[in-house]
């Protein structure tokens, strides 16, 4: 049987946020490979129209820690920021955000965890080898590309470093026109050694072009 997702609820508010007006949109979806469990996903939507251009998004995976807690651990605060700024000033976009998606959808407490081994002095991907998670990364983006065919978009510009989440997209009919990178421009030194390390993993082509223009100047 070939696995689904399904929107069971739609609902919609305005939001007044420091870079302007917004929709939040609250999606209920079903998905068969979580067996069937209906899950929370949302997407702010700035504009009219997102199905008749190509439309600036980005696929924002759920960090509690960083986004609501300033946890300076890595960049997600700050990519959600500056997505959101860079939407704004372009008077239209969406952003599809993913609670189940946190740690790597292996959840907050798993999450919370590998941060307590981090305190020994290992990175994030060597703390959850020691948590018998391996390399896996457990995020399901299908709800993603549901939500985009519930406002008929079909073609994006993305905003972001992942390959991944643009692959989804592209197998699913959705025409990725362009990529723009998300490189966090802060001087937290512990965010940046953090985002070097991340920068030789697979998907992560963007991110690891920017450090080698840095290696370059430097």
């Not at 939040?24 to 702010?44: K, P, Q, T, V, W």
């Amino acid at each position: 049987m070939i696995s689904t997702v399904e929107i069971k609820n739609v609902v919609k508010g305005k939001l007044k946020t420091i870079y302007g007006d917004f929709y939040l949109y609250r999606f209920l979806i079903s998905n068969d490979l979580e067996d069937g469990e209906i899950s929370e996903h949302l997407a702010l939507v700035k504009g009219e129209g997102l199905d008749k251009e190509p439309i600036i998004c980005r696929l924002n995976s759920a960090c509690i820690t960083s986004e609501a807690f300033n946890c300076q651990r890595c960049d997600c605060k700050w990519q959600l920021d500056k997505a959101m700024d860079v939407i704004s000033k372009n008077g239209k976009g969406i952003i599809t955000y993913h609670p189940s998606h946190e740690g790597r959808g292996f959840g907050l407490g798993l999450k919370l965890l590998s941060y307590n081994l981090m305190e020994t002095g290992i990175d994030s991907s060597t703390s959850y080898l020691k948590l018998g998670l391996g390399t896996d990364d457990k995020r399901d983006f299908r709800a993603a590309v549901s939500i985009l065919n519930y406002f008929n978009i079909k073609q994006v510009k993305m905003l972001g470093n992942n390959k991944r989440k643009s692959n989804v997209l592209e197998n699913a009919g959705i025409k990725i026109v362009d990529r723009f990178s998300l490189i966090y421009e802060g001087n937290n030194k512990e965010i940046k050694e953090y985002l070097f390390k991340k920068s030789s993993e697979p998907d992560q082509d963007l991110l690891r072009e920017k450090f080698r223009i840095y290696e370059k100047l430097s």
